[in-house]
């Protein structure tokens, strides 16, 4: 059984739920979504024009309901993962409109080609699990936004896919570009290696129009997909952390109740990205303190629904890779780990999830493996205690030379290529490089080395006649850099 680190008393949790039941029954959501409300109707909510009211015995019907797994499929079987049993699963940040130039360093919009260098990357990364499509493109038509997306990720990643469809029209697209890349539509469903993501609630308590389309759309279709919540504390959400929190959980618990009417054992996931507004100037704030703590008190009402969690966590609004980037990235993800978060959306971002950086995300999969490491945790058992080693070099002796020692040395400890553990002197002969240059130094190692499509030629004609003029979605290395 599991012990995680507790914010709350259980008796806390308890309140917090009722509470959350009673903004929902009394303050109610706005819908404007006919289809929605009409699937809320029928399952008992009460409807006053727009504001939606939800009676617990409403709730409580589709809270039975909650699986607890949700499985993120890849293009093979050895890279699904499963919430929580392969906890921490590791996600990139996502959706970034900006990115730091690898060769300039300079930020500059993001287009189709550097999703392609960034997907790559991410499937050659070990501690990533999941690949959210990191980045927007501003070379991405609206009518083909979401496909011109998906071609370079599919073409570079064999791990899930994670991305957002606009409208039904663009889902659809997403949808027949997985059955081209699997071979039919049926081969495609029988392995869904694309999970869709939406935000269905607009905090305070508003059901966002085109997500909550793509909710039902999927929900409807059985494909994976899930919501996050952001409430924002002093902006969208009152200025208190329990405030925040019970808002973001009665906007989990609307979305979920939606989504098991729609089609009843829907996996899902309590995913959030929950902050407090540095109020001095209004400043989106996912690096404070306060982010991890409330994204661990919302892992403790997933334990209480038991369902799946995590969310954005372990963000930073550091504009550079810095001393700020890395405490505000390290501090909230341990805190989550510890309170039993599942999924970690921590990977590539800076500047409050405005910019990507390749350098990174190379050192966010430092940190994704340190989590690993810590969930790993003690390896108990009688030839641990290692008597037999104590004993044999006893008091005053050294351990380096015992077999033991040799046997456990890539093992016991999680051996970082990223960080340096150099004397100075062995430090500066070897360039004196700190850690932004060693991480893009690997992204160069990764990238100049030959990447082959995990498209074949065939599969990419038919592709490329379905959708013409997709970019290349090759990954090439910058110019600059040959």
């Known amino acids: 059984m599991n012990t995680f680190a507790a914010l709350l008393t259980s008796e806390q949790i308890v309140r917090i739920h009722e509470a959350s039941l009673e903004i929902l029954e009394n303050v109610g959501l706005l819908v404007r979504n006919a289809q929605a409300k009409e699937y809320l109707a029928k ?3 009460r409807v006053d024009a727009e504001i939606i009211k939800f009676p617990r ?3 409580e019907a589709a809270r039975a309901a909650f699986p607890p797994t949700f499985t993120f499929y890849g293009r093979e079987p050895k890279y699904d993962r499963t919430l929580p049993r392969d906890r921490p699963v590791i996600v990139t ?4 409109p900006n990115m730091l130039d690898p060769v300039t360093g300079k930020e500059r919009r993001a287009y189709a080609d550097d999703i392609a260098r960034i997907a790559r ?3 050659e ?7 959210s499509i990191s980045t927007l493109a501003e070379d991405a ?13 599919l073409k570079n990643c064999l791990k899930p896919i994670r991305c957002s469809a606009l409208n039904p029209t663009d889902a659809a697209q997403a949808l027949q570009l997985g059955a081209l890349v699997a071979g039919s539509d049926a081969a495609y469903r029988e392995r869904p290696f694309i999970t869709h993501h939406y935000c269905p609630i607009v905090s305070p308590l508003t059901f966002d129009f085109d997500s909550t389309e793509m909710l039902i759309y999927f929900a409807e279709q059985g494909l994976p997909s ?9 902006m969208s959400a009152p200025l208190t952390l329990l405030g925040t929190l019970t808002q973001g959980n009665a906007e989990f618990l609307a979305w979920t109740t939606l989504i098991q009417m729609i089609r009843p054992g829907t996996p899902i996931i309590y995913s959030s990205l929950p902050t407090i507004a540095d109020m001095r100037r209004g400043a989106y704030s996912p690096g404070a303190i306060e982010s991890g703590m409330l994204v661990m008190g919302m892992a403790q009402m997933a334990h209480f629904y038991n369902v799946p969690n995590g969310g954005y966590i372990g963000l930073t609004n550091s504009k550079i890779n810095d001393a700020q980037s890395g405490y505000e990235s390290g501090m909230s993800n341990v805190g989550a780990l510890l309170a039993g978060a599942d999924m970690f959306n921590l990977g590539g971002l800076l500047d409050a999830l405005m910019c990507f950086d390749f350098a990174k995300a190379v050192i966010d999969d430092d940190i994704a493996r340190m989590l690993k490491r810590m969930q790993r945790g003690f390896e108990f058992g009688e030839e641990n205690f290692a008597f037999d080693d104590i004993a044999a070099t006893g008091p005053g002796g050294m351990f380096i030379d015992r077999p033991r020692t040799y046997a456990l040395m890539k093992e016991t400890m999680y051996l970082s290529d990223i960080a340096d553990r150099d004397a100075r002197n062995r430090w500066q002969k070897q360039g004196a490089l700190d850690t932004q240059a060693r991480a893009l130094k690997r992204v160069r190692e990764i990238l100049m080395s030959d990447q082959p499509s995990f498209i074949s030629p065939d599969v990419d004609a038919r592709i490329r006649a379905a959708f013409a003029d997709l970019p290349a979605g090759e990954c090439v290395p910058p110019k600059e850099w040959k």
Do not use: E, M
């Not at 899930?226 to 002093?234: D, E, I, K, L, W």
């Open 43 to 45: 399952h008992g909510c």
């Open 57 to 59: 015995q409403v709730v």
């Open 121 to 123: 990357l991410i499937h």
């Open 141 to 153: 038509p609206l009518d083909r936004f979401t496909v011109t997306r998906l071609y370079p990720a």
């Open 226 to 234: 899930f919501g996050s919540v952001v409430p924002n504390g002093g």
């Open 93 to 96: 940040g996502s959706s970034a």
């Open 125 to 131: 990364l070990p501690g990533y699990d999941v690949f």
